[in-house]
Structures are given as structure tokens and as C-alpha cells.
């Protein structure tokens, strides 16, 4: 969570990375039409109305990237957007879960398509977990961390709109949260703790993503 456990190198790289183009290429809405060209994937996941668009657009820096691709219809594709002056790995941005007011097959397409994806994909490097820090987790949070830890797919947790909560009910929300990453072994042990409204935490996440990219491609 403490923004001196990053490096000056490292935001610096993470400010590079995300200055260069994010480019929208497709939405996958079944597990055949995934990119197989073998860039590493770095994926956004977390129950709908996390924050998800607003932080995908903070972190590039664009104000309507995230909230283009997720127009109706698509908001159960897998979103796949290259990342990288030499366009070098995927950002991920997958379909909320936990969204009600739609078909239980509907649901049940979807959760598949999230559950064949995070279980069997090999370029899939990591998934940031996001947590509304309002809400800290719920059960479908729990679930999904489940699974990643029995498809043995790396993922941090990333609490949304920490601007939003009491800076002592923000604590405990970190508090829990960690304790709960500190039980499951696919999960990196710390919070990020960010803010799309007013930047706090976003240099922090790029920074992580850029600890993710190929090495030597990026500044
Ligand atoms: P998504 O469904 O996960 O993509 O969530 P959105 O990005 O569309 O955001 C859902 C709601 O949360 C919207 O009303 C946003 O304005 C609000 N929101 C998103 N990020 C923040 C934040 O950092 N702080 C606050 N206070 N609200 C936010």
C-alpha cells in the first residue's frame, strides 16, 4: 500500500509504459477467438460498478478508452487492448461479475468465458483484483480468488475509490483485505490502494504493470 515500497525507476517506468499507445483491438466473447499471438496478458477483473472503466482510464491517461469498449453488448467481451511503444503485452479488461439485472444464461455465458479464460491461459501474467473500498470483499471476490488460486494465476488486489471511505475504515478495509491475500498462495501479499477521482495510488499501479512488461522493451 505505501507508495515508498515503489522505487523512483520503477514509476518512472510505469509512466512511460503508460504514455505510450493503448490501442483497442478486440472483444472476445468465446474462448476460440483469444489473440494467439503470445503477448503476455495482464488482466483487470472485479464485480461490476467497481470502477473498473474509470480506473483503466485513469491509468492511461485517456478519459474514454475503458468506457468506449464497454459499450452495450459488449460489456461481456473480453476487451483487449495493446499496451507499449512496440505494442508489447495485452491489457485485459474482462466483463464485471455479480451484475443482476440480466438473463441467468446470460450469467452463466459469461461466467464461463471468465472461468475458461483465467483457468487455461498461459500468456496471462497477472490479474488485478479490484475491490471496492467501500464494500471491502464479497463472497463472488472470494470465488474468483479461488479460482485463480487453484489456476495458479498470479493476482493483487487493488481497492477502488479510496477517496470514498474514512481514512480509519480505509485501514481496516487494507487490514482484512491483506489478511485474507495472506491465506491464499497464488495472491501477492499487498494492497494497492488507489483512487481514479484523485490519482492516489494510479503511478503506484502503473508502476506494477511495467514490473510485468517484457524487459528491455520499455524506457
Ligand atoms: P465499472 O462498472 O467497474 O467499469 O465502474 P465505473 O468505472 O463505470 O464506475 C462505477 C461508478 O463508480 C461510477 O459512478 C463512477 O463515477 C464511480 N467511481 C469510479 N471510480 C471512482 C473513484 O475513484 N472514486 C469515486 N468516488 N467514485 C468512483
Known amino acids: 500500500m505505501d ?3 515503489t ?4 514509476l518512472a517506468r ?3 509504459l503508460f504514455k505510450s499507445p493503448c490501442i483497442f483491438v478486440k472483444g472476445v466473447v468465446s474462448i476460440d477467438d483469444l489473440p494467439k499471438d503470445g ?8 464485480r461490476s460498478n467497481v470502477g473498473k ?7 492511461t491517461g485517456r478519459t474514454s478508452l475503458a468506457r468506449v469498449s ?3 453488448g459488449r460489456t461481456r467481451e473480453l476487451n483487449f487492448f495493446t499496451l507499449g511503444k512496440d505494442a508489447e503485452l495485452y491489457l ?6 455479480g451484475y443482476a439485472r440480466v438473463s441467468k444464461a446470460a450469467v452463466k455465458g459469461w461466467t464461463r468465458l471468465i472461468r475458461e479464460y483465467l483457468r487455461g491461459r498461459r500468456e496471462l501474467k497477472r490479474v488485478f483484483l479490484l475491490i471496492d473500498a467501500r464494500h471491502g470483499l464479497k463472497p463472488n471476490d472470494k470465488e474468483t480468488m479461488t479460482l485463480l488460486d487453484e489456476a495458479a494465476v498470479s493476482y493483487q488486489a487493488v481497492l477502488t475509490k479510496a477517496d470514498k471511505p ?11 483485505v491483506e489478511a485474507e491475500l495472506g491465506k491464499r498462495p497464488a495472491a501477492y501479499p499487498q494492497v494497492l490502494v488507489t483512487s481514479a477521482r484523485t490519482g492516489m495510488g494510479i503511478p503506484e499501479l502503473r508502476a506494477a504493470v511495467a514490473s510485468l512488461a517484457p524487459n528491455g522493451v520499455v524506457p
Open 53 to 59: 472503466s474509470s480506473l483503466i482510464n485513469a491509468l
Open 39 to 46: 503477448r503476455p496478458e495482464i488482466a483487470f477483473a472485479g
Open 166 to 176: 474514512k481514512k480509519t475504515e480505509l485501514e481496516e478495509t487494507v487490514a482484512k
Open 7 to 10: 522505487t523512483a525507476g520503477e
Open 70 to 72: 464497454v459499450t452495450p
Open 14 to 16: 510505469g509512466e512511460a
Open 3 to 5: 507508495s515508498s515500497d
Open 92 to 97: 485485459v479488461d474482462m466483463p464485471g461479475y
